[in-house]
Nanobody
Framework: QVQLVESGGGLVQPGESLRLSCAAS????????MGWHRQAPGKQRELVAA???????NYADSVKGRFTISRDNSKNLVYLQMNNLKPEDTAVYYC?????????WGQGTQVTVSS
């Protein structure tokens, strides 16, 4: 069993930045594909950023150039640095870990971008 806990969400104004963190209950990063998804009200959950199996990051077109996914394997942490936030980035952000047929989700952290 893997537990994921997100933190770092909040209310910010357009153009500001936030950094989300995802803490895993054990060292899974060497085997699991890690990523961030988000779900806005009334919309389906969508991929924001994830590490491919080779380790290179993959981003949704809507966040390219503004968001950066990174990780600290020694601390079992995955980050999502979000710059130049826009109102359309408002959503609950979820951390996801996948290995084969096993998928784990965190509880989510709310990000609200509003003036």
């Amino acid at each position: 069993q893997v537990q994921l806990v997100e933190s770092g969400g909040g209310l910010v104004q357009p153009g500001e930045s936030l950094r989300l963190s995802c803490a895993a209950s054990r060292n899974i990063f060497s085997n699991y594909v890690m990523g961030w998804h988000r779900q806005a009200p009334g919309k389906q959950r969508e991929l924001v950023a994830a590490f491919r199996r080779g380790g290179t990051p993959n981003y949704a077109d809507s966040v390219k150039g503004r968001f950066t996914i990174s990780r600290d394997n020694s601390k079992n942490l995955v980050y999502l640095q979000m710059n130049n936030l826009k109102p359309e980035d408002t959503a609950v952000y979820y951390c996801k870990a996948t290995l084969g047929s096993n998928t784990y989700w965190g509880q989510g952290t709310q990000v609200t971008v509003s003036s």
